[in-house]
DNA sequence: ACCCAGGGTGACG
DNA sequence: CGTCACCATGGG
């Protein structure tokens, strides 16, 4: 858990919190729309700029209200969860254990819906750092604007302009052929589907809401789960993290159903949380990328 | 010239 | 149910 939050000067501040590491967080591929100057990160969510700074375990948010803290941001960067219990519940795991000593801070945010859904679309069959490029073209284009600090940023476009945008438009952001997709879900969103009714769903249900989305199947409807509406059980099963499964952990499921069956065995209620450990460790120090690797280069 | 990147879709058996 | 070519794009 964390200390009491203090309010001042628009800047919340909280002493002695252990388990938060912005560069393992923000950085770790569940965010695209954070940078960082030296030991400041600053990024958009939510229609505004924020920043945080980690100095000597106190963490500050800034600009930010009490009002903003309590209804955005001890959400969004899940400060109400104790990861110290979860990584207890993870200790026997030898793997995890490297994972969560690799970066002991990570978390795992709850972000916008509609932004998760997008940003996710656009991450099959790309990379993090081209994701990140194309997601902020398009929120130059169709983001509104946002003044701070004398400089201009942009928002991440609601559902109503995506669902409008041109298709040549959307090519020109770099999005290629998930364009269709990416205009698709947006019409979705905005002719009524309820991504927040979804986090009163039970998991299995949520996600088939999910699949039926073009463009979003099994691996980014988990990632829509577990980053933006609460289902820290969903584990989006990625290359990195499904080689991690069969060859370090040397999982022989033949189809599917077995795979999920290990993976709900293993890691349990919290597996999204396991697997943010995972995917970061793994995928930072090159592990897995054949059988037996692991073993040669840590054991 | 190839291969890969936080995959999904549609066709085919 | 399982497999597989294909899909834009940029970087190695």
């Not at 994701?131 to 284009?141: H, T, Y």
């Not at 069956?261 to 209620?269: A, L």
């Not at 949380?273 to 059988?291: I, P, S, T």
Request: net charge positive; with cysteine.
């Amino acid at each position: 858990m964390i200390d009491k939050a203090e309010y001042e000067n628009n800047t919340v501040t909280i002493k002695h919190i252990s388990d938060f590491d912005p560069e393992a967080i923000l950085f770790c591929g569940q965010a695209f729309r954070w940078a960082r100057e030296k030991n400041l990160f600053r990024g958009v969510a939510f229609k505004r700029v924020v920043c945080i700074e980690m100095r000597e375990g106190t963490l500050r948010i800034f600009p930010a209200s009490k009002k903003d803290f309590e209804e955005i941001w001890e959400d969004y960067f899940d400060l109400k969860r104790d990861y110290k219990a979860v990584k207890d519940g993870f200790s026997k795991d030898i793997i995890l254990q490297k994972g969560m000593e690799y970066a002991p801070g990570m978390r795992v945010l709850n972000q916008e819906p509609f932004e998760t859904m997008i940003s996710f679309i656009l991450s099959s069959n790309n990379n993090i750092k081209r994701i990140s490029g194309i997601i902020e073209k398009l929120c130059m284009r169709y983001g509104e604007k946002i003044d701070f600090a004398q400089e201009t940023y942009f928002a991440f476009p609601d559902a109503a302009s995506l669902a409008d945008a041109e298709m040549k438009d959307l090519m020109e952001c770099g999005t290629g052929y998930r364009a269709r997709y990416v205009k698709a879900a947006a019409q979705a969103v905005y002719q009524g589907f309820n991504l927040q009714a979804l986090k009163k769903m039970p998991y299995a249900e949520a996600k088939k809401e999910l699949t039926g989305i073009p463009g979003v199947g099994e691996k980014v409807a988990d990632c829509i789960l577990l980053y933006s509406l609460g289902f820290v059980q969903a584990f989006p099963l990625d290359v990195w993290v499904r080689r991690t499964i069969f060859n370090l952990y040397g999982c022989s499921a033949r189809n599917d159903k077995e795979l999920n069956n290990y993976i709900c065995s293993r890691f349990g209620e919290y597996a999204g949380l396991a697997q943010q450990y995972l995917f970061h460790y793994v995928r930072k120090n090159r592990l897995g990328l054949r059988k037996e690797e692991y073993n040669e280069k840590w054991l």
